[in-house]
């Protein structure tokens, strides 16, 4: 049974650029959650998606956008690229009854 | 806005000692999550307790939830090296549909 996976694991970009990551949910899953963690702290709430909508977001600009495919995966977009997007991008699973999160392996931004 | 507080942020301890790590949250909520995050890594999921006076147990490891004084505990019995690593409580707030972790506490168990 797979889990959440994500890709890519590592990316480097320049201020100004835009970065697209993706997500699978674990199987049986239909909610899809994003959360960024900068070094050093906690993961901080993106978004959820469900049924391809938007169900939440948190304090977040912007340029922070996503999407939920009808297979459930989803994609996480931020345009123009600050220093300070530099973090691990987590996405997670659940159902939509709620309950525990299953967490990907992250994919871990540099902005330079 | 819900904050989410565990002390102590650090914490470094001998091998085959016990320690708590608390976990204060502001508002309420019943259903509170432990993750452990070993360095470069995602969240691994430890425990889950739903309900007032919930208590889990996994190795050396135990967790318990008072929803009234709205704290949460990770007690640590007999520490091991291999215990180090951080670890994250996260409350499911009410009425949203997001977590809200805390601060986190880095463990550090020396040999």
């Known amino acids: 049974d797979a889990g959440v996976t994500q890709s890519p694991t590592h990316l480097i970009k320049t201020r100004g650029q835009q970065v697209t990551l993706r997500c699978s949910p674990k199987s049986g899953h239909d909610t899809v959650s994003w959360y960024q963690q900068a070094l050093g702290q906690g993961p901080q709430f993106i978004f959820q998606?469900?049924?391809?909508?938007?169900?939440q977001r948190g304090n977040f600009p912007d340029r922070f956008s996503g999407h939920q495919f009808p297979n459930y995966s989803s994609e996480l977009n931020v345009n123009a690229l600050l220093l300070g997007d530099s973090a691990l991008y987590l996405c997670?699973?659940?159902?939509?009854?709620?309950?525990?999160?299953?967490f990907g392996e992250g994919s871990r931004l540099t902005v330079l | 806005e819900l904050k989410v507080e565990q002390n102590p942020l650090f914490l470094s301890m001998q091998e085959g000692k016990n320690y708590t790590i608390y976990c204060n949250y502001s508002t309420t909520s019943d259903r509170l999550y432990w993750y452990r995050q070993d360095p470069g890594k995602s969240l691994e999921s430890l425990f889950v307790?739903?309900?007032?006076?919930a208590v889990k147990q996994e190795g050396r490891l135990m967790a318990s939830l008072d929803t009234k004084a709205r704290l949460s505990t990770l007690h640590i019995t007999a520490a091991v090296h291999d215990l180090s690593a951080t670890y994250f409580c996260?409350?499911?707030?009410?009425?949203?549909?997001?977590?809200?972790f805390g601060t986190g506490t880095r463990l550090k168990v020396l040999a």
């Open positions: 307790l739903l309900s007032n006076g």
């Open positions: 997670a699973s659940s159902h939509v009854r709620g309950g525990e999160l299953f």
């Open positions: 996260a409350v499911d707030l009410v009425g949203t549909y997001k977590y809200i």
């Open positions: 998606y469900y049924e391809e909508e938007e169900r």
